[in-house]
Nanobody, 126 residues
């Protein structure tokens, strides 16, 4: 059974850093993507970053390129989202999702993903 769980959210000042973790297991496919989405108050959910297995390909939304990094530790079934130079507009609930898809192209459709975590709050504020 596919299980996905996020952790690591919190309150951080503008310009600060935060790392989110996504632990996923029970994949029924031989390839998949793990994608971070976020949803700010009053806004639609948007894709942030994606990493593929087994290729390791990554993709980032334009709004976070150069500031966020994504990586995975396959021995721990965990994907990490390193967020640097955080801005107030990065505030929102961050969700981790797993699906049988690729990160290349446009991986930001929520319907591509079968497993979702419960979300973790990230607040960027002074």
């Amino acid at each position: 059974q596919l299980q996905v769980e996020e952790s690591g959210g919190g309150l951080v000042q503008p310009g600060g850093s935060l790392t989110l973790s996504c632990t996923a297991s029970g994949f029924p496919w031989d390839y998949h993507a793990i994608t971070w989405f976020r949803q700010a108050p009053g806004k639609e959910r948007e894709g942030v970053s994606c990493i593929s297995y087994p290729s390791g390909d990554t993709n980032f939304a334009d709004s976070v390129k150069g500031r966020f990094a994504i990586s995975r530790d396959n021995t721990k079934n965990t994907v990490y989202l390193q967020m640097n130079n955080l801005k107030s507009e990065d505030t929102g609930v961050y969700y981790c999702a797993a699906g049988q898809t690729w990160c290349m192209g446009y991986p930001w459709y929520a319907d591509l993903y079968n497993g979702w975590g419960q979300g973790t709050q990230v607040t960027v504020s002074s």
